[in-house]
């Protein structure tokens, strides 16, 4: 069973068509990464997710219950992570932890809590004072209380440096060994890179792409380019690293030495092999591969839609 699926949903606000036909599945377990530029329409999904949107059009179900028939009972077994920070200036963290045990029923320590969020020394002190980082880490551990079965963290990482994100991805990873499972929203593709399982990017409401981080960089055309520094270069011998099957392209740059410049999505070897029999002379070589911005930019931009996503 799927812990979520959103399927043909569609959310207008008067003439905004923030969703327009959206319909994906995140598997129970898995850390799910949900991708977009800003105004993509990601808080507008998980409000919908969560019943605090109601659909135009479409379903949502989560953890195998409809989102807006039984959304006590779902968000009874979700930890959420809202975007902007909605805190109470004047109650404390341990305040704030006692209030989201309370109404989890759950029996949990806020000290133990705070201690996992890096906000245990701060624990007495009231909210109205604490700088944005404190903030979402207060928000984080709010999101814990009560082992969720499912964690929505709308753009985590907000105001924290990056050690607050470091931690804040370790404590992701934790929680999806205990079994959660995670869906977490961002607008920068590094940040999901370390810890998702899968990653969908939202683009004007619709779903561009949906794969794990390692599928997506090679979706895109020129994803692995071989630079290869050789003693001489000659035409056969550039035509037989073309004609590889993995080869889409193959340029000389430079001459005293040559770089022998290669796009290739699969066997790197196979190209230096085709080069070594011709009796060429291999110095060096490098690999580098697309850029996650470069990923991110092919399916959230028109002038990346050039860079040809497959
Ligand atoms: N309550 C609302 N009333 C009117 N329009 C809205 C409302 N909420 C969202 N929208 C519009 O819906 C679209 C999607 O917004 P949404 O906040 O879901 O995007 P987002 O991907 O979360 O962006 P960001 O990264 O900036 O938070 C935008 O055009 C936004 O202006």
């Given at each position: 069973m799927p812990a979520i699926t959103v399927d043909e949903l569609t959310k207008r606000f008067g003439q905004t068509l923030a969703l327009e036909d959206l319909s994906f599945e995140v598997e129970e377990g898995e850390v799910f990464g949900f991708l977009g530029p800003n105004g993509a329409g990601k808080s507008t999904t998980i409000n919908v997710i969560l019943d605090f949107a109601r659909p135009t059009a479409g379903e949502v179900s989560v953890l195998g219950m409809d989102a807006q028939h039984n959304s006590r009972e779902i968000r009874r077994r979700t930890g959420v992570l809202p975007e902007g920070v909605e805190l109470y200036d004047r109650l404390t963290a341990r305040q704030h932890l006692e209030f989201a045990i309370e109404s989890k029923d759950a029996d949990e320590d806020p000290e133990t809590l705070l201690e996992r969020v890096g906000l245990v020394d701060a624990i007495d002190r009231k909210a109205g004072g604490y700088s944005k980082g404190m903030a979402q880490r207060l928000m984080l551990a709010m999101a814990l209380v009560g082992e969720p079965d499912l964690l929505i963290l709308d753009e985590p990482s907000t105001g924290l440096d990056p050690n607050g994100?470091?931690?804040?991805?370790?404590?992701?990873?934790?929680?999806?060994?205990?079994?959660?499972?995670?869906?977490?929203?961002?607008?920068?593709?590094?940040?999901?890179?370390?810890?998702?399982d899968r990653v969908g990017i939202l683009r004007d409401g619709r779903m561009v792409a949906e794969d794990s981080v390692e599928g997506l960089r090679d979706s895109v055309e020129g994803g692995t380019t071989l630079r290869v520094t050789v003693d001489r270069i000659d035409d056969d011998a550039l035509q037989a690293v073309r004609s590889l099957p993995d080869v889409s392209d193959a340029t000389v740059e430079g001459r005293e030495p040559p770089t022998v410049v290669v796009t290739v999505d699969g066997s790197k070897t196979a190209v230096l092999s085709a080069l070594e029999d011709r009796g060429i002379e291999i110095r060096d070589f490098e690999t580098t591969e697309a850029s996650l911005e470069d990923v991110f930019q092919s399916y959230t931009t028109d002038a990346g839609t050039e860079v040809h996503a497959r």
């Open positions: 994100a470091r931690e804040m991805r370790e404590i992701v990873r934790e929680e999806n060994e205990r079994g959660a499972t995670v869906f977490f929203s961002s607008h920068i593709m590094e940040q999901v890179e370390a810890v998702c």
